[in-house]
């Protein structure tokens, strides 16, 4: 799939408040700085879609992107250690779970995480209650140009055997990228195609 175009549409902090429009939704979260930003920039052609900045927890609210008028790319506030007050992460977070609970309209969420560091604890938290909340997802491996190819079979490996430890009867899909070189664009482009075009197929609700 190429993407030709990409349109913001709303921002906001209710669910309800979310575009009407029956469309499927792919909704990408991860860490604060983990680079979401610049996945979401890479993967649509475009250098300032979603704000890039070196402060993390800049992304605050539910961002909407129309893509090729056919589909929304979600762009959700970062977990963990964005640095804002304890009370405005729990409204993040009631928000975040009011999102992946209720939109009707998402058919998988994307959850980026660092690929420079070993399984960290938030991250397999975050997962753990993706699977028990049966909510689907992938997981997208950032940041690849800035360790080797060794460690990043390493670092999946640990991820894989700590999710079965954890009772997961196997990992998650998963997709291994760089925003600056671009890698793993193409599969993850392909990816949502695919989905799209199974869900036009079957006459589904959308």
Not at 38 to 63: C, D, E, R, V, Y
Not at 97 to 120: G, M, P
Not at 134 to 157: L, N, Q, V, Y
Request: hydrophobic share 35%; glycine share 4%; proline share 3%.
């Amino acid at each position: 799939m190429k993407i030709t175009t990409a349109e913001f549409i709303i921002s906001n902090s209710e669910v309800s408040k979310c575009p009407p429009d029956f469309l499927p939704e792919y909704a990408f979260i991860g860490r604060s700085n983990v680079g979401k930003s610049s996945l979401i920039n890479m993967l649509t052609n475009h250098k300032n879609l979603a704000k890039t900045s070196g402060k993390p927890g800049k992304t605050q609210l539910i961002n909407h992107f129309k893509i090729n008028n056919n589909w929304f790319l979600v762009d959700l506030p970062g977990y963990g250690f964005a640095k804002v007050s304890k009370k405005t992460k729990q409204v993040f977070q009631q928000f975040i779970t009011d999102y992946f609970e209720k939109r009707e309209q998402l058919v998988c969420a994307f959850v980026l995480i660092d690929i420079r560091h070993e399984a960290q604890t938030i991250d397999l938290e975050f997962m753990a209650y993706m699977g028990e909340s049966e909510i689907p997802f992938c997981i997208i491996f950032t940041k690849a140009d800035k360790i080797s190819k060794g460690k990043i079979d390493t670092h999946i490996s640990a991820y894989k055997k700590q999710m079965i430890a954890n009772h997961w009867e196997e990992m998650p899909h998963h997709f291994v990228t760089s925003s600056t070189e671009q890698t793993g664009k193409e599969e993850l482009l392909s990816y949502i195609d695919e989905v799209n075009q199974d869900i036009f197929k079957n006459n589904s609700a959308f």
